[in-house]
């Protein structure tokens, strides 16, 4: 299966800014998901988009999607060091197959 | 909340040993899944299950079996580990649906030496 790619690689911002990460995948989908990683630890799930949905907010995260440039985009706004954790873009091709995840986005969050 | 047990955080063994790591989830979850997360190649799927007794092969099943006798259980194995298959190990779990949203374990840091 072919990953997606979140870009940029590693962010580092002061706390209270907004965090920006993009994804760019492949192939049609589904849904596209985000999930956070901290260090050492297991995913969780943080927001799904669905293909025919541009936009989705959920607290301060905020993610949009253009699938006729198959691209992503997570906006986490004011920014707290709690935020620092690796985040991954996840897209769905068709129902219940397998999710295909990006490499991630180190994010750091100084205080 | 959904729980996935993952049954050892740390794991060390030696090449040629045979090495078994275990998941249990406790939310009646159809699907599971395994991966292995290296740095700058993110997470590689490696082997699921829709149901039991059922397995699939991910993206990089040579050197690894599965077993999935009960619904809550899904076993990683590795036959014979060798230094290769020094990761991270994550398992998942998800219900059949329109969201396949996938729960996570925290983790199995496998070093083979």
């Known amino acids: 299966s072919q990953q997606g790619e979140e870009d940029p690689q590693a962010l580092s911002i002061q706390e209270g800014e907004n965090a920006t990460m993009n994804c760019s995948y492949k192939t049609s989908i589904n849904n596209l998901q985000w999930y956070r990683q901290n260090s050492g630890r297991g995913l969780v799930h943080l927001i799904l988009?669905?293909?025919?949905?541009r936009e989705k907010h959920s607290g301060r995260l905020r993610v949009t999607l253009d699938t006729s440039k198959k691209s992503s985009s997570l906006l986490i706004t004011a920014s707290r060091a709690a935020d620092t954790a690796s985040y991954f873009c996840a897209t769905e091709a068709s129902g219940n197959t397998p999710l295909v995840f990006g490499k991630g986005t180190r994010l750091s969050v100084i205080a | 909340d959904v729980k996935v047990t993952q049954s050892s955080r740390y794991l060390v063994k030696r090449t040629g040993e045979k090495v078994f790591l275990e998941c249990v989830q406790d939310?009646?979850?159809?699907?599971m899944f395994w991966y292995r997360q290296d740095p700058g190649l993110g997470l590689r799927l490696i082997y699921f299950s829709y149901d039991v007794k059922m397995k699939e092969k991910g993206d990089i099943p040579e050197g690894y079996s599965v077993s999935r006798e009960k619904k809550e259980r899904f076993s990683l194995i590795l036959e014979s580990a060798s230094t290769n298959q020094t990761s991270m190990y994550l398992c998942a779990s998800s219900f059949v649906g329109v969201k396949n949203i996938q729960y996570f374990g925290a983790g199995t840091r496998l070093s083979v030496l």
């Open positions: 939310m009646d979850h159809e699907n």
């Open positions: 988009i669905r293909s025919n949905e």
